[in-house]
C-alpha cells in the first residue's frame, strides 16, 4: 500500500454507522454489568424487539431493530425465550352444558356435598402431561386424579371414576345428588361425560371456561 493512501486511510474519519454501532454497543455492554446491589439488571434478557424499544427511549434514537439485532447477536444476547402457553380448556361446542349451581361459592356443608374437578399441565422433558384433579369441597382433599398425555373426555372420566372408587371403599360413598362442579371445558360438556354424572347421580355444575376453581 503506498504511503500516501495509508496516510489518506489514517486520517479518515469513522463513517457515521460505525459511529452509531459502537454507541449502541457500548449501552448493550453496559446492561451485562450487574447494578449497584449486584444483581443482574432486568434489560439484560429483553428481546430485540423490547430493547430497540429501550434504547431509543434511552438516548438512542438512531436504533434500528435491525441494527439492534444484529449488534445484540454480536454480543450474545438473545433475550429471555417464553414457552408457548399450552391450552388446556376448550369451550364445547356441541356438548350440553349445565348451570352454574355454586356462581362462585366454593364451600360445602359436610362430605360429599360438593365435588369440583379440573386439569392441568406439568411441563416435562419430553413435553408435558396433563393432570387432571377431583377435590372435595368440605375438606379441601384431593379424592381423585389421573395423568396423560392426552386432554380427552376418557382422561377426565377415570380421574371421576377414581374419586368414586375411592370413597366407596373407604367407606363414605358419594351420595346421590353431590354437585360435580367443572368449567366448561369440552372434556366436561361431552354427552359421554354428562351421560357418566347421570348415571352416577351426580349433579352436574358448570362454572365458565377455565373457571371450575
Known sequence: VAARSYRAWKSRLPALRTLEDARITDALRGLKV?????????????????????????????????????????????????????????????????????????????????WVTDFTYVPAWSGFVYVALVIDLYSRAIV?????????????????????????HSGRPAREGLIHHSDAGSQYTSIRYTDTLTLEGLQPSIGSVGDAL
Open 34 to 114: 450487574p447494578d449497584g446491589k449486584g444483581q443482574p439488571r432486568p434489560e439484560v434478557m429483553y428481546g430485540r424487539r423490547k430493547m430497540t424499544v429501550w434504547l431509543r427511549r434511552n438516548g438512542f434514537p438512531e436504533a434500528s431493530k435491525h441494527t439492534v439485532d444484529r449488534l445484540m447477536r454480536a454480543e450474545g444476547m438473545n433475550g429471555l425465550v417464553r414457552g408457548r402457553r399450552t391450552r388446556t380448556t376448550i369451550p364445547g361446542k356441541d356438548g350440553r352444558r349445565a348451570r352454574d349451581l355454586l356462581n362462585r361459592d366454593f364451600h360445602a356443608p359436610v362430605p360429599n356435598h360438593t
Open 144 to 168: 381423585g386424579w389421573e395423568t396423560s398425555t392426552v386432554k380427552d373426555t376418557t382422561f377426565v372420566e377415570h380421574c371421576l371414576r377414581m374419586a368414586l372408587w375411592r370413597r366407596e
